[in-house]
């Protein structure tokens, strides 16, 4: 496993794996970005997530030919991207705490050299503690040993409590992002099943002597421990394949490819498209509902009916006037 200077953030992993794997004749698609981000840097990550990376690179100034430009998938432009080995700290610095005094020498630092944009919402997302969680964590897991931690509930004025005042002892496993946060895989003493905790909710995390409890002895774990799996079943619950045919506008073929990578079948029709997917159904109702003035879902029929009485229940919740 190829290792990251400094701490591991999800865009700069995915510029090290299109810097090493990928070039004008084999460029990847977000499916296989995906791989290899958890072949060589252990991380997992969804399609969305990965997606909205990699447009911030291009915002960054990042030179990357994307699907809709070549027509296959991504990679960088020009043979110069080691070029930017001369930042991945402060590209790190960046994505981790876009405030913090660091960053900002940081970003002075390369203003001459490489376009930085500070996203609202990036600033927003995670706090600049996250990342010192991820760092004892990711020790606890190699080291195979029991952490200890408060966690913290968020209350309605946004200020945050402990869930409880004893500190929760685990046996952690592996991390994910997901959805724009941080998360820990963990068994529970005397709890034979998995969980998980949103690591930026973790407070006081502490690594201890006592060895933690092998997954291999857990009854969902007998075969090894499934991150993807576990993933799509408890954070987007997308474990039941379904068919479905859905008619898009011409210019979504990219959206489709990247969302569902080879479980989708496209046939042009007109201007539209008419695609065949192989997919949960929470995956095609994300899709739908974010395109919806230019998507309809035609089978099976009982989803169409589901669709309709969503809308019609908005329709309800906001009328007219």
Known sequence: MSEVKGKKALSLCILRVL??????????STRRIIEFLEKDHGMIAERKAVGRNLLLLQEMGFPLSAYQENGKGYYLK??????????????????????????????VRLQDSVP??????ERMKQSETVFDTLDLLKKA??????????????????????QRETPFTVSPYALFLAEGYYYV??????YGRLLHYRCDLMEEVTLSDVPAREAETLIE?????????????????TDVMERHTVLCAGNLAGELIDTFGDAVKMRPEGETIRAEIDAPWEMVHRFLVGNLK????????????????ELLSALSTYPQG
Not at 19 to 28: G, S, V, W, Y
Not at 116 to 121: L, M, R, T, W
Not at 141 to 162: M, N
Not at 221 to 237: K, M, P, Q, S
């Open 185 to 190: 895989i963990v068994s529970v003493s005397g």
């Open 141 to 162: 897991i190699e080291k195979k040993v029991q952490v200890s931690f408060l966690y913290a509930v968020v209350e309605k004025d946004g200020s945050r409590s402990p």
């Open 78 to 107: 020009t043979e110069t991207a080691a070029a930017h080995e001369h930042d991945p700290a402060a590209l790190d610095a960046y994505l981790r705490a876009p405030r913090s005094d660091r960053t900002e020498a940081e970003i």
């Open 116 to 121: 930085v944009y500070v996203s609202d919402a």
């Open 294 to 309: 230019h998507t309809t879902l035609l089978a099976p029929a009982w989803r169409r009916a589901q669709i309709r009485e």
């Open 19 to 28: 810097e090493q794997h990928a070039n004008k004749t084999d460029p990847l």
């Open 221 to 237: 774990c007998r075969d090894g421990l499934d991150i993807a799996a576990y993933v799509n079943r408890t954070i987007y619950r």
